[in-house]
């Protein structure tokens, strides 16, 4: 068979320069706990997303858990099921009840004029995912928002770098968070981030983050521990001077999957949106089975006997998913979208080092 192309492959810093930071490090003797790298790195990111605050964290799901934590929300949220699991299982953790609502079918995003029906006494916040790194419609969410009191955490884990008309998705709504894992635009092996608009909500996260220590011996809330290390934050430091290259690279492989693919019946995907900086951090197409003579698990599993291993995020709904599927709101009636997006939608590999080769053989196996 020929080599296996995989949805992504993450981008590595050079190792020549990572090891002459590791160097530094352990002459250093400081590994963790709010080191001179992670300090840099949290001072470097604020700049390149242009966002005053960002606390930097070990994943993407316990800054997710952490602002829930911090925004004391309770009772229900209202979020998407046409996301990673981790963007519902961050309710789970706290004890609050997941409210479903149906995504528009243009961006993949909770729909907005969905919102204000699902609201019950007991809602207390929105939890919207820029899904794909599309953004959300955060002008209409936030309107509702305010209407009815509600917090807004935006789960921006694919929004990394992500802009409308030059300014960054991630000072929207009341706090965002970034996932930094290997299979994400830019990374730190795994790693996240909490991004806030103020000085006094970041010291409160730093100490979240640090079981709640806001000192030697004084702790003031029942924090987790979500450091991240100076060895990661290293690397982030390196991978942050090329994540540009990169995006563009994957910019490259979007404009020629486009070309290929504006014409195939039955395949649909997303052109840019205007005064919107993407990251191309997915390049998601929806298979008409009627119209492409093909149904999507069909093209799937053709794509996988050829070695091109897409991936259908985010297939099955975490609204489908038995932890979750007993809920009023997950019933794939109140879901039409979100159901329709699941079913049709293959993830092709785009990512900084996918070869014209590479591409051309997805192209072909597509194309027919
Ligand atoms: N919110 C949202 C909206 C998210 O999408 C995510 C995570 C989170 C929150 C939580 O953030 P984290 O706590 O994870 O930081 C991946 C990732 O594990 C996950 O981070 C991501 N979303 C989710 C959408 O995808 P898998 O199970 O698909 O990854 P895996 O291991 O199958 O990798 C996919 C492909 O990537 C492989 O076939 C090959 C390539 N790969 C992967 C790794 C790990 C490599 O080439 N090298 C590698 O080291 O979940």
Not at 40 to 60: D, H, I
Request: aromatic share 10%; proline share 5%.
């Amino acid at each position: 068979m020929d080599k296996i192309i995989t949805v992504t492959s993450p981008l590595l810093p050079n190792l020549d320069e990572f090891h002459e930071l590791l160097k530094d490090i352990w002459e250093r003797k400081w590994i963790t706990n709010n080191g001179e790298y992670h300090k840099r790195l949290e001072q470097a990111l604020a700049e390149y997303l242009k966002v005053p605050y960002v606390s930097l964290f070990t994943n993407g799901t316990l800054p997710l858990i952490t602002a829930l934590q911090a925004l004391r929300i309770s009772g229900e949220v209202i979020t998407t099921p046409y996301s990673f699991v981790a963007t519902t299982h961050a309710l789970w953790w706290n004890g609050i009840k997941p409210v479903f609502v149906d995504i528009e079918w243009e961006t993949g995003c909770m729909d907005p004029n969905k919102i204000e029906a699902a609201i019950t006494p007991k809602t207390t916040a929105i939890m919207p995912v820029h899904v794909y790194g599309k953004p959300c419609n955060m002008k209409a969410i936030q309107d509702i928002a305010d209407k009815y009191g509600l917090k807004v955490i935006y789960d921006a884990a694919h929004a990394f770098g992500v802009e409308v008309n030059g300014e960054s998705v991630l000072k929207a709504g009341d706090m965002s968070t970034l996932s930094f894992h290997a299979t994400k635009v830019y990374n730190t092996i795994e790693g996240g981030a909490m991004v806030m608009h103020d000085e006094k909500t970041k010291r409160r996260i730093d100490y979240l983050k640090n079981f709640g220590f806001a000192g030697e011996t004084e702790v003031v809330a029942p924090g987790i521990n979500s450091k991240m290390d100076e060895m990661r934050s290293a690397y982030g430091l390196l991978n942050l001077q090329q994540v540009d290259t990169a995006i563009e690279a994957r910019h490259q492989v979007a404009i020629k999957y486009r070309e290929a693919l504006r014409n195939v019946e039955g395949i649909e995907f997303w052109e840019d949106l205007p005064g919107v900086r993407h990251n191309y951090s997915y390049f998601p197409i929806f298979v008409d089975a009627q119209k492409y003579g093909m149904t999507r698990d069909e093209l799937y599993f053709k794509m996988r006997e050829q070695g091109i291993w897409g991936r259908r995020y985010f297939y099955p709904l975490i609204s489908d998913f038995s932890t979750y599927r007993g809920l009023p709101s997950a019933n794939p009636e109140n879901l039409p979208v979100a159901t329709k997006m699941a079913n049709e939608v293959i993830c092709l590999p785009i990512h900084h080092a996918l070869s014209e080769e590479d591409i051309q053989r997805i192209i072909s196996l597509i194309i027919r």
